[in-house]
C-alpha cells in the first residue's frame, strides 16, 4: 500500500513538472500510464497546451498537431528510417523551410483573378500563397475549397467549348469560300 502511495506521489509529481515545462502529455511509472489534464490559457478558443508544432524533415514545412498523437506523430520514420519529423528539444537542428511562391487560385493577388471574380467567386478569397508546384495549387483546390474548384472547372470547359465550336465555324466558312467563289458567288459572312 505504502508503495502505491509512493507510485502515485512520483507520477503526481512527473505530471506536475510535465505540465509547467509543457513538455509531456502522458506519464509512465513502473507501466502504469497516468494521464495528464491541464486546463491553462486558452488560445482562439482552443486549449493552449493541446497542440504542438512539428516540422517536416522532408521540407522544413511547420505542421500543428494534437498532442494526443504527437508520439505517433513523431514514430513515423522515412524510407530509409531517418525521423520524418522534428520537434524542439531533438537533437540536430531543423531542415530550413523550402517555401513555395505559387498562390491559391483564390488569392487576392493571383494573375488570373480578374477571370475568376468573373466566372462567380468575387467574394471568395484564400491567403495561401506558399505552394510549391500546380500539383500542390490542385491539390490544395480540391481539399480546402471543393466547390470553388468545381465552378472553376465548370467555367474552364464552358470557355473550352465555345472556343471549340468558334474553331469549328471558322473551318467551315474556310471551306466553304473557294467553293462559293467558284460560283461566282461572294463567301457568305456573319454579322
Same mark, same amino acid.
Given at each position: 500500500?505504502?508503495?502505491?502511495?509512493?507510485?502515485?506521489?512520483?507520477?503526481?509529481?512527473?505530471? /506536475?513538472?510535465?505540465?509547467?515545462?509543457?513538455?509531456?502529455?502522458?506519464?509512465?511509472?513502473?507501466?502504469?500510464?497516468?494521464?495528464?489534464?491541464? /486546463?491553462?490559457?486558452?488560445?482562439?478558443?482552443?486549449?493552449?497546451?493541446?497542440?504542438?508544432?512539428?516540422?517536416?524533415?522532408?521540407?522544413?514545412?511547420?505542421?500543428?498537431?494534437?498532442?494526443?498523437?504527437?508520439?505517433?506523430?513523431?514514430?513515423?520514420?522515412s524510407?530509409?528510417?531517418?525521423p520524418?519529423?522534428?520537434?524542439?528539444?531533438?537533437?540536430?537542428?531543423?531542415?530550413?523551410?523550402?517555401?513555395?511562391?505559387?498562390?491559391?487560385?483564390?488569392?487576392a493577388?493571383?494573375?488570373?483573378?480578374e477571370?475568376?471574380?468573373?466566372?462567380?467567386?468575387?467574394?471568395?478569397?484564400?491567403?495561401?500563397?506558399?505552394?510549391?508546384?500546380?500539383?500542390?495549387?490542385?491539390?490544395h483546390?480540391?481539399?480546402?475549397?471543393?466547390?470553388?474548384?468545381?465552378?472553376?472547372?465548370?467555367?474552364?470547359?464552358?470557355?473550352?467549348?465555345a472556343?471549340?465550336?468558334?474553331?469549328?465555324?471558322?473551318?467551315?466558312?474556310?471551306?466553304?469560300?473557294?467553293?462559293a467563289?467558284?460560283?461566282?458567288?461572294p463567301?457568305? /459572312?456573319?454579322?
Amino acid at each position: 500500500m505504502v508503495a502505491e502511495n509512493a507510485i502515485a506521489g512520483a507520477a503526481a509529481d512527473a505530471i /506536475t513538472d510535465a505540465m509547467k515545462s509543457g513538455g509531456l502529455d502522458r506519464v509512465i511509472v513502473n507501466n502504469d500510464e497516468y494521464s495528464m489534464t491541464y /486546463t491553462g490559457a486558452t488560445r482562439d478558443g482552443q486549449d493552449a497546451d493541446e497542440f504542438a508544432y512539428v516540422i517536416s524533415m522532408l521540407d522544413g514545412s511547420t505542421s500543428r498537431v494534437l498532442k494526443h498523437k504527437l508520439s505517433e506523430v513523431l514514430r513515423k520514420r522515412s524510407a530509409n528510417g531517418a525521423p520524418k519529423f522534428w520537434i524542439d528539444g531533438m537533437p540536430g537542428t531543423p531542415p530550413k523551410q523550402d517555401a513555395g511562391v505559387l498562390k491559391c487560385l483564390l488569392h487576392a493577388e493571383h494573375s488570373n483573378r480578374e477571370w475568376i471574380d468573373k466566372s462567380g467567386l468575387t467574394g471568395r478569397t484564400c491567403p495561401k500563397s506558399n505552394l510549391k508546384s500546380e500539383f500542390d495549387v490542385e491539390n490544395h483546390m480540391l481539399h480546402r475549397h471543393p466547390q470553388e474548384a468545381r465552378l472553376i472547372n465548370t467555367a474552364l470547359e464552358r470557355e473550352r467549348t465555345a472556343e471549340a465550336r468558334e474553331l469549328a465555324s471558322l473551318q467551315i466558312e474556310a471551306m466553304r469560300a473557294p467553293q462559293a467563289a467558284r460560283r461566282g458567288r461572294p463567301p457568305k /459572312t456573319e454579322e
